[in-house]
């Protein structure tokens, strides 16, 4: 059974960093790509960061290229999210998931199991 659990935010100004962490109590995600998404009020949940089940590759949303870095660390059954230079427009729910569908990593469709998400909040 997949028990998803993130972690780590808060309440942050501007410029500053946050480092999300997620697990599963449940299974393990070793091998399994994984993603990051978020969901800002009154919006539709959008991509953020994607890392393969090795960690060899990562791509991320044009908005937090640069800003955001994804890793994972296996044998902690651990992903984890970066987040430096924060901005107010980050301010969101952020989920993350196992990839569990074929098809693109952006796509939230191609995520059949999420957590209940961690509050990120930016002010100016």
């Known amino acids: 059974q997949v028990q998803l659990v993130e972690s780590g935010g808060g309440l942050v100004q501007a410029g500053g960093s946050l480092r999300l962490s997620c697990t599963d109590s449940?299974?393990?995600?070793?091998?399994?790509?994984m993603a990051w998404f978020r969901r800002a009020p009154g919006k539709e949940r959008d991509f953020v960061a994607y890392i393969s089940g090795s960690g060899a590759s990562t791509a991320y949303a044009e908005s937090v290229k640069g800003r955001f870095t994804i890793s994972r660390d296996n044998a902690k059954n651990t992903v984890y999210l970066q987040m430096n230079s924060l901005k107010p427009e980050d301010t969101a729910l952020y989920y993350c998931a196992p990839k569990s569908r074929s098809g693109n990593y952006m796509v939230p469709g191609n995520y059949d199991y999420w957590g209940q998400g961690t509050q990120v909040t930016v002010s100016s």
């Open positions: 449940g299974r393990t995600f070793s091998g399994v790509s």
